[in-house]
């Protein structure tokens, strides 16, 4: 019997990343016996560690293709990272146990740098271990600082929505100002690279149009240089857009936003920079504002899903199982960019231990001169990456997104106490 | 040479206010002279009272077709109520002279119900003047919260995206539970009327879905209750999703999101509510929350209008040029449902004093018996509501949303002073 692949979804879902998972499973099943069962792992990794995986194969097609337009992350994803190969060791042997007890030889993990870290240590672990198992990680994250590939997958459909969004509130802000709301400020993801932000910037296709403002977490947050830019904007135009991150810093080094908890990556959580710079507009300029927080909303909204987002989850997902199956250990499939225009793109292949804890931040040129803003060079960047609709079937005027059956695997290990 | 019309829009703009307006325009059009040029008040009524008018006649048919998918309020909208006749005599006497002054001979006011309450005013100060005006407002509130009418356009564009978003971000949420977020709290719009609430709770489809608490302006809070309720919520679905109104109220009859201040309506300006209910689950349960404040993105959300929604709002749109031109004074027209399955509707008339000023609250049996969620008889109503989708053209991934040439009219009067 050919050998079982493990496939795992890690960190925060994205609106595409069941496209990836659709992509993995439909190569297995089209390799004709090469490949065994694909189990996935319930709650991410977690499911390996607890051996409670999900056996794919008692889904049907109908349902597997369904993944393609269904957000969130199908088999449960977590927020749990792996640590020093020392320190966790017995965490990555009983990855192998269990590999070994379900005769996976293929182990795709689906996430964002840490977890590409994550698939390079099982990668090493297995080799110690003397354990035949190919590791190939599969990006995916919403804020698009992987290194080693061009974007991400998850990213070019957050960043339709922001812009969209801004491009919608802008026009409502617009109609409004004369006698109510003046300032408009929309707080989007992104801790460190202010990718979301700048995304938000395509929205503004002629001067004067939504947003006028961007507040990068690259950028040190100045106050005065900021109200000062507010103030003539409303003079100008009547109104007032901004998208600021969730990751603004102070000239103190500090979050704005920080709330003083943690998540369990030991990222800070962050939330309610937007208000603050709202208020902190009011305070100073008078001027009524609304705020939006769309969270969630704007990492899910698999409704408005750029086409070229989908397609590249597709096909990384795709492009991992021939890697494996290849026996090519400790790599990612990867985004090349071939052509800006048209643009064109393929995938290559990068190393894990390049693409292990990195961030890929916003580059400098991006940003124009004031902060405020982007370049000509970002546009071209990130014009691509949100082109195309793909739309899911409605049903009842709702996305028809599928539920799984998501039937676990009978347990052939004793519990894990680790 | 014919009599001219002026339109105007009021409050709070819409995903569909301009397929109305849309509708008024493209009707007029097609009167083949019957009407002169169709006039819009910049900034809705205020253009009338500064004699600030747009000839939408100089816009090509191309650009008015393109209003029926564009968002927010294309000539401008106001918050500006008039008072009473006496109180404020000089200000309807104004916009008589005005109209008067352009050969207006129909009024269309394009608004919620203190906009129908200014139309009917507007229409009993012509008579007293002896001016010739047919005053006919056409309903437009995402509240949905108008008497005599089935509903209100704008209404299920909004309501579509907030169920459609609480459907994605449960997904998110949902597959993140294990490890992270625990309870998902979406602030939505509604101050009196809980509506748009019931609306979230259309994500639900089968047990377990989210949203699985509402919490309606028309029942108060009872945190113990609620608590209770999201506490065996977390323990039987590992997580618990709520949908909040931004109008809800506590024992003391107090507004839980109130920040104090006040719109120019003497409307209290709402928002926070989301963030306060998930700090009181943080605080008593311990749960990790996320809470998403989508304020105008909902209302603009137009790249996900309901169908029935925008062919509602351009139907009555059309209607209202032929009541005006029937001569049909002081009335508003309403949608009426003729049947619920298949759903059916029809344009009918209501008398602007009927409509006036009153609001529709969710009728208690709407509402189940626990006062946390919606009754079969409330997603019979609102099902149709949502149904269909309608989307804008895209250009390079973003919709193709219209902005007109807004040409003023020259001004014929001096300055209005009061």
Redesign the interface.
């Known amino acids: 019997m050919a050998e079982n692949l493990f496939y795992a979804?890690s960190g925060?879902?994205t609106?595409v990343i069941n496209a990836t998972a659709c992509g993995v499973i439909q190569a297995a099943r089209e390799q004709g016996g090469r490949i065994g069962r694909v189990f996935a792992g319930r709650?991410g990794i977690?499911g390996a560690l607890h051996e409670d995986l999900i056996d794919t194969s008692l889904e049907s097609d109908a349902a597997i293709a369904a993944l393609r337009h269904?957000?969130?992350?199908?088999f449960?994803?977590?927020?749990?990272k792996l640590k020093g190969l020392d320190e966790s060791r017995a965490q990555y042997e009983r990855l192998i146990d269990v590999f070994r007890a379900h005769d996976i030889r293929y182990f795709l993990y689906n996430g964002g740098n840490d977890s590409m870290d994550t698939a390079w240590k099982v990668s090493q672990i297995a080799e110690r271990l003397n354990y035949p198992l190919v590791c190939v990680g599969i990006p995916k994250t919403v804020d698009n600082d992987l290194v080693e590939t061009d974007n991400c997958p998850g990213f070019g459909s957050v960043a339709?929505y922001v812009?969209?969004?801004m491009?919608?509130?802008?026009?409502?802000?617009?109609?409004?100002a004369?006698?109510?709301t003046k300032v408009?400020v929309?707080e989007v993801m992104g801790r460190h690279a202010g990718w979301i932000t700048a995304a938000a910037g395509?929205?503004a296709?002629?001067a004067g149009e939504a947003p006028h403002l961007l507040l990068f977490p690259e950028i040190t947050f100045d106050p005065e240089a900021f109200l000062a830019r507010v103030d003539a904007c409303v003079r100008e135009h009547d109104f007032c857009a901004i998208a600021v991150s969730e990751g603004l810093r102070g000239a103190d080094g500090k979050l704005l936003g920080e709330a003083g908890s943690r998540?369990?990556f030991g990222h800070a959580?962050l939330?309610?920079v937007g208000?603050q710079v709202a208020e902190l507009i009011k305070d100073r300029l008078g001027h009524?504002y609304?705020?939006?927080?769309?969270?969630?909303?704007q990492?899910?909204?698999?409704?408005?899903a750029?086409a070229t987002d989908v397609a590249q989850a597709l096909a990384l997902g795709r492009r991992a199982v021939e890697l494996a199956l290849a026996g090519r250990n400790a790599v990612m499939p990867a985004i090349v960019r071939t052509s800006d225009e048209p643009y064109r793109w393929d995938v290559g292949v990068a190393q894990l231990k390049d693409v292990a804890n990195r961030e890929k931040m916003m580059p400098r040129e991006f940003i124009s001169g004031d902060g405020f803003g982007i370049t000509d060079a970002c546009r071209k960047y990130l014009?691509p990456l949100?082109?195309?609709?793909d739309?899911p079937p409605?049903v009842?005027?709702?996305?028809a997104?599928v539920?799984l059956l998501n039937e676990s695997v009978p347990a052939l290990l004793p519990p894990f106490a680790g």
């Open positions: 979804q925060g879902v609106a709650n977690l269904t957000p969130g992350g199908a449960g994803s977590c927020r749990y339709k812009a969209l969004s491009m919608e509130a802008g026009l409502d802000v617009a109609s409004m004369r006698t109510s408009f929309m395509l929205a296709r002629r998540d369990a959580q939330g309610g208000q009524k609304h705020w939006a927080l769309p969270d969630y909303l990492r899910s909204a698999r409704h408005v750029s014009q949100i082109e195309g609709e739309y409605y009842n005027g709702l996305p997104y539920s």
